[in-house]
């Protein structure tokens, strides 16, 4: 999708853009209710196998979820034109029509994900993944380069690649399928994931609710340039993404080993040094980057620039999302998820209220900030609950000493003052990034014992399974 904004933002007004922004955070809303946590309760309840085999477990989470995305989508297809004029985009009920049956397809599709990430079929998993990116991409670049359809490309290009991601997907998963119906299972798995719909609207709620309420407050056009820059952060999220994907099915597998909670801990130092290293990094570049000329076109759009202030402030709210991931552990391994609603619900109401506050008076920063704020609050909600449940002794010594070392890098670039796009300035650029992780090693935050010790305890744990 980071591939996409070099065409969005050259191809699209603002105000177009604006449009797509406005409806997929809308798409991500509904398709939190869509799922109704049916992927994280397959995911739990395979690991142990408490109620029936592993084809119940996932056929149970599977025929539910298709039964009621189709129901769904139906009522929002005949219902498409009342549903723009709600969501103020009157003129585009067929791209509400189109989002219809987007969140059906990727809905069909969570629970064989879920399926391959249990199975550690990381392959599959990772090309069906790059196989959707790349249908997506091609088929948005040709109708919006090729055939000028504008805003309806973005969305006609995801539904051809979510349908045939779910048909590659379906042949895969085919033989886990049964019609034995276990009414206790999936009364568990209900009851395990239905607190996913308060907790994931609310988690949505602080990823997208921004949006709306910047065009409430602004227009189209300002969202538009909000949502380009927003999507620059992309490469914290990518971080964040990959590791959620393999984490959970980690954690879940190996919880009850001896030294699981040590791991646990060093397992999360290194994934804040890697994260603290993206953010150090694509903070110093990014202007640089969007400068970029290619076939004489920017790689961002010069008329989205006057947003890019607010990208580290994106990136750092990342590396609290990435926390959260973290601390998650103890609230999943005691199937405790009505914790989930009251940490994301808290996250939710900060976005909210500082986004009113803030935007009128700061303008995009404002609700860089008020996302910021929102994620540190989550985080710092499951740390409690799920420290109770499961208590692992983070090294906070280190992440403190990997934030010093981060904060000087950051205060050095902003202290030269250096030119974007220039030869000094990215050399001078490549310093401070050398310096960060020269830094880093000065501090001592980690050794090659320590290192060592990390990577057999790893390997102990994949003997064992």
């Not at 300035?425 to 020269?438: D, S, T």
């Amino acid at each position: 999708n980071f591939l996409l904004l070099p065409f969005l933002t050259n191809y699209l007004l603002k105000a177009e853009l604006g449009v797509v922004a406005n409806i997929y955070a809308y798409i991500a809303f509904v398709f939190v209710l869509y799922c109704y946590g049916m992927d994280s309760a397959y995911m739990r309840f395979v690991s142990s196998l408490e109620i029936g085999d592993k084809r119940q477990n996932f056929s149970t989470p599977f025929f539910s979820v298709a039964v009621t995305s189709v129901f769904f989508s139906l009522l929002i297809y005949l219902f498409a034109p009342s549903i723009a004029g709600w969501i103020g985009v009157t003129e585009h009920a067929n791209l509400i029509q189109y989002a219809a049956w987007i969140l059906c397809f990727d809905t069909l599709a969570v629970v064989p994900f879920a399926y391959l990430r249990m199975e550690n079929k990381a392959k599959t998993f990772a090309g069906l993944r790059v196989l959707n990116i790349l249908i997506n991409v091609v088929l948005t670049i040709v109708l919006l380069v090729v055939l000028r359809l504008k805003a309806e490309a973005v969305f006609l290009a995801n539904l051809c690649a979510s349908a045939l991601t779910f048909l590659f997907l379906f042949r895969l998963a085919l033989p886990q399928l049964t019609f034995r119906f276990s009414k206790k299972l999936y009364s568990e798995m209900l009851r395990f994931g239905l607190p996913y719909i308060p907790a994931g609207l609310a988690g949505i709620a602080i990823q997208v609710i921004d949006r709306p309420i910047v065009k409430a407050l602004t227009d189209d056009a300002t969202l538009g340039v909000y949502q380009a820059n927003y999507r620059l952060g992309v490469l914290m999220m990518l971080v964040v993404g990959m590791f959620d994907y393999a984490w959970r099915p980690f954690f879940l597998s190996h919880a009850k080993d001896q030294d699981a909670k040590e791991l646990f801990a060093k397992v999360f130092t290194y994934f804040v040094a890697l994260m603290m290293f993206v953010f150090v990094t694509a903070s110093v570049f990014i202007e640089d980057l969007v400068r970029i000329r290619v076939l004489g076109r920017y790689f961002i759009h010069p008329d989205y620039w006057g947003g890019l202030s607010i990208v580290p402030v994106v990136l750092l709210a990342y590396v609290f999302t990435g926390a959260y991931v973290n601390f998650v552990v103890g609230v999943y391994l005691e199937k405790k998820t009505k914790y989930l609603p009251y940490a994301t619900g808290a996250g939710a109401l900060v976005n909210v209220a500082v986004n009113f506050a803030l935007i009128p008076k700061f303008g995009l920063m404002g609700a860089a900030v008020a996302t910021l704020l929102s994620y540190v609050v989550m985080a710092i909600g499951i740390y409690f609950p799920s420290q109770r449940l499961y208590h692992v002794r983070y090294e906070w010594g280190k992440i403190i000493r990997l934030a010093i070392a981060a904060f000087v890098a950051l205060s050095a670039f902003l202290l030269l003052g250096l030119e974007p796009a220039t030869t000094n300035g990215v050399l001078a650029k490549l310093i401070l990034c050398g310096a960060f992780v020269l830094l880093i090693y000065i501090l001592r935050v980690f050794d090659p014992a320590d290192i060592a010790h990390t990577k057999a305890a790893i390997s102990r744990m994949f003997v064992r399974s």
